[in-house]
């Protein structure tokens, strides 16, 4: 296609396009004999996740950074770069859909508080408020700081080498895996899947897996290893699946990674993908009770998890490792 007929297909103007070739979003356009532009399918798919990503308040220097990865990869094929502009857009709108249902809610909440207040409530609209920014900033500022794509290819040997990082790592999985009883034919959901290894136990008790990561390339390797597993880019903040979609939820060495604010948020998450009856599973480092703060991780998930009517069981399958199964008391009517 030429500039017009794309600008006229995508519903955006010439001069759009040629600000994003400028500004090396779109590198090595093709040009005919006269000059006139070519764009190609990829260029077209690559446009459309570009113009997802500026709709969604990135800036064409994160865009930029973003294509710029995925670019670096020199042998990948048209099916997986397609594939990538795919789940970016995938990724991003459902960080907008909750974020849209939030405003919602937030929105009847302040309905609610207006009917029941014989004056207006303006402090309450102010909590509500600060509340619904603080969500909004901790997904929205959700960034891999640990270059997850640049160790993916050796994670599946750095699990078993560094045992500061990952002690009893198989045993930690195993027991996991264990724990959350999967049925033949439930659905369950791994975070932070990395390279499958825990999906891929409970694919192999019958489950039906899926799994999220944000990292690329780690995907990557799961879904060679493991073809069966529906895997999708995302991060524990902004789960990309619907409502009561899982029976099950687990995650193995992944919590560690979020600040005590995000614990709550991801606990939100998981829950509102689980279907009234599911349960959860997360294995990880923490300290045991005698050295745990009232911050402490462990004590952040227990102390949430009791509020919202779960029953636990915690286990240590290994020094230093805590598992803690969660089954709720009752089947929550707010999911």
Known sequence: MKINELARKLGISARTIR???QNGLLP?????????????????????TIIALREAGMTVKDIREVLESESAQHTVTDRERLRYYLELQQALLAGQWLEMRRMAETTSQMLELLQKEQELPLQEFFELAQQA????????????HWNFDQRASEHDQQVHTDRAAYPGYNEVLTHTATSVRAAQGE??????????????????????????????EMLKQCRSKFPALDVRVGNLLSIPYD?????FVVSSFAFRYLAEPELPLALTEIRRVLKPHGRICISDIMPDEASASVSSPIIVLQNWLEQHDYMLQRTSPYAGVFTLLAVPIRPSSSR
């Open 243 to 247: 409502d009561r979609s899982f029976d």
């Open 133 to 144: 920014r603080q969500l909004r900033e901790l997904r929205q500022h959700w960034r891999d």
């Open 187 to 216: 659905r369950g959901l791994d975070l932070g899947t990395g390279t499958g290894n825990l999906a891929g136990k409970l694919l192999a008790q019958g489950a039906h897996m899926a799994g999220i990561d944000q990292s690329r």
């Open 19 to 21: 600000f994003y070739e």
């Open 28 to 48: 090595g356009v093709e040009r005919e004999d006269n000059r006139y532009r070519v764009f190609s399918d990829e260029d077209v798919w690559r446009l459309q």
